[in-house]
């Protein structure tokens, strides 16, 4: 089947060769101008770090016109380096250069433009593939656009390719089965085309792939730069019948060019200056084996022998000598006069690369879009709903049989205290479960923030609010409803819901607090490590395992900075206020002494105040962390690392 689509894919780009022949090609023409991008570098031991700045391009140069462009060299080249330089995708504090569209200066919103295809894949794999190009759709393209021409151009893209039959499939997650990997490849680029750029970057689009899905994947390619859109890619080692699609070529060699000009010119380029590719070699793999000094390629060049072993001592001097022979031939000669030409006119002025990115819809319809697909992930994808549910109901189950029934009487003071307490940090603990709520999908977000998809602000309510109604809200109710009437807390009506408040309230903040620390991090596991830590530290301070008004005054403050300690401080309120232990001793008894008769004497002790402002004030401090552990979320998402 997959032999057939590429025959008629092949029959699709000779025939769109052949109408556009004589037709002016309508993509922009991207010229680089001595481009050269450093990093620094922290190097040395930790008493002694030194910085250092590491040349990752040097000096490039060239032209990238309308048709398939392609950017090769070996691991560690600085293929991707450059695709993103040229996409406006760097960070540009170590940028120096000019990047010009169709000679101007590149717009400061270039990126937002132009479509960008990611080597990892980065669509919502619970949708479908119309879904996520009705999303794209939604998001980038103009509010002009009625909604109905939005569909159709849909509909007409997915036709273009070769999708119909799997458009309403979803795309697939790790638990769910998808489409294929073609297919998902193509769903990407077809995320960025919903715009109709004039340039298109891919970084590495066949990785993954079998070499016929490749093939595939690069002749659709072919055939959009044959109807004249601009396409640049980075790719490894092609197979030559990929090769063979390239209109445009440029050879890296530690961020250093050692060809740059017509992909069918490479070949007799690198036998004019001693390499020579054998008749049946791919010349992609002969080029990578030129530029890593392979001694199969430079056995067969023209040099002698004594020089053939000198150059294979070092890869520095192939290096070099690559470099030498591509500064003086005619392909960079004829490049610099092209670029002289394009720079002809401009006026004379700094150059300063900034990042800026615009959008096309209101904050109302980015927040409408994004809020339907977040809820929409996760109605389909139950898993981490149902288990938190589940979880949720086992614990009040057992919190609920192991105090069962409490009495009124001075053992139901200890029960009433333990069930408080676990109830408060079990709070606080399964919030932890939303440490992955940024981590998850961060190179989706990235990518799509930095595209103009949608504002930060919306993108975090919609996590937010998701969040918060799903696995928050609705769990912590659950677990009251259980719980309270299982353990035979105070049975009125207020007391309840003040307890279903409070208890709900402990669940926003410890999920605040867990964003907060995980909203910067990558990796779950160091995140859950670092949460771990503080609840423990909060609940010592809570109030159970140490007697608050007995800690030494100079750690006494660290209770102000503990969750458990304002939900426990607010449920022993609501419990037990108004309760007596000792009502079923006989007026004539004699009470032991230090028995506690009065729930508010129990209070007392604990260095509860039980007034109506010390009551409430716990709430507000409840609400006043959870404002600024948010606000810490959302500052370290804003200042996030968006270029590399």
């Not at 060809?259 to 007799?268: D, K, S, T």
């Not at 709903?385 to 086992?394: R, Y």
């Not at 189950?397 to 009124?408: C, D, K």
Request: proline share 3%.
């Amino acid at each position: 089947m997959l032999e057939e689509e590429v025959k008629m894919e092949a029959v699709k780009i000779n025939t769109s060769k052949d109408q556009s022949a004589g037709l002016q090609r309508q993509g922009a023409t991207v010229s680089f101008h001595n481009v050269h991008y450093k990093i620094k570098q922290a190097g040395g031991c930790l008493c002694r770090r030194k910085t250092t700045c590491k040349d990752i391009l040097i000096d490039l140069n060239g032209i990238m016109k309308p048709g398939l462009n392609a950017i090769m060299g070996a691991t560690g080249s600085g293929k991707s380096s450059f695709l993103d330089v040229l996409a406006a995708r760097k960070d540009p504090s170590g940028l120096s250069g000019e990047v010009l569209i169709d000679g101007a200066l590149q717009p400061p919103n270039f990126k937002c433009l132009s479509g960008y295809v990611v080597q990892d894949d980065v669509v919502m794999g619970t949708l479908t593939v119309r879904e996520n190009f009705s999303f794209s759709a939604a998001l980038r393209l103009p509010s002009s656009i009625s909604q109905a021409e939005k569909d159709q151009k849909v509909d007409k893209l997915i036709q273009e390719l070769g999708l119909g039959r799997v458009a309403d499939s979803r795309v697939g997650t790790q638990l769910i089965r998808g489409i294929s990997g073609g297919e998902r490849k193509r769903t990407n680029i077809g995320m960025e085309l919903i715009i109709n750029p004039s340039v298109l970057f891919l970084d590495e689009p066949t990785t993954g792939l079998d070499a016929s899905t490749a093939n595939f994947v690069l002749m659709l390619l072919k055939r959009m730069a044959n109807s004249g859109r601009t396409i640049i890619l980075s790719i490894h080692q092609p197979r030559y019948s990929i090769y063979r699609l390239f209109d445009n070529l440029t050879l890296l060699v530690n961020g250093k060019q050692v060809y740059h000009g017509p992909a069918q010119g490479a070949i007799g380029y690198f036998s004019d200056i001693g390499y020579t590719c054998e008749p049946h070699n791919n010349p992609a793999d002969f080029f990578l084996d030129v530029i890593n000094g392979d001694s199969a390629a430079v056995a067969l060049s023209n040099v002698d022998r004594e020089d053939s072993d000198s150059v294979l001592k070092s890869r520095q001097v192939i290096e070099d000598k690559l470099v030498d022979e591509y500064r003086s031939s005619s392909f960079f000669k004829q490049t610099k006069a092209d670029l002289e030409k394009i720079v002809h006119g401009k006026p004379t002025r700094s150059y300063t690369p900034t990042r800026t990115i615009t959008y096309n819809t209101s904050f109302v319809t980015q927040f409408r879009w994004v809020l339907k697909r977040t809820f929409h992930n996760l109605l389909l994808n139950p898993q981490t709903s149902i288990a938190q549910f589940a979880v949720t109901l086992f614990l009040a189950l057992v919190v609920g049989a192991i105090f069962f029934n409490v009495q009124e009487d001075q053992s139901g003071i200890q029960n009433r205290f333990g069930a408080l307490f676990f109830i408060v940090v079990n709070q606080c603990f399964s919030s932890l479960s939303s440490a992955e709520l940024f981590i998850a999908e961060r190179k989706l977000f990235i990518h799509e923030s930095i595209s103009g998809y949608y504002r930060l602000s919306v993108y975090f309510f919609s996590k937010i609010l998701s969040d918060i109604i799903t696995l928050r809200t609705i769990p912590a109710m659950v677990f009251t409803c259980v719980a309270y009437f299982m353990i035979g807390l105070k049975p009125t009506v207020e007391a309840f819901f003040l307890f279903m408040f409070t208890v709900t309230l402990v669940s926003y903040t410890g999920t605040a607090m867990a964003l907060a620390i995980s909203a910067d991090q990558t990796v779950v596991a160091i995140a859950n490590i670092f949460m771990t830590i503080t609840c423990v530290f909060m609940m010592i301070f809570a109030g159970l395992l140490v007697n608050l008004p007995s800690i030494v005054s100079w750690l006494a403050w660290l209770k102000y900075l503990s969750i458990p300690r304002y939900g426990l401080s607010a449920l022993q309120v609501i419990e037990f206020k108004g309760l007596d232990f000792c009502r079923g001793l006989n007026s004539s008894s004699i009470i032991p002494p230090g028995t506690t008769c009065r729930g508010e004497d129990f209070l007392s002790e604990q260095g509860v105040d039980y007034s109506d402002w010390g009551f409430w004030q716990n709430h507000l401090a409840l609400g006043v962390m959870t404002f600024c552990f948010l606000t810490i979320a959302y500052l370290k998402l804003r200042f996030i690392r968006k270029f590399t």
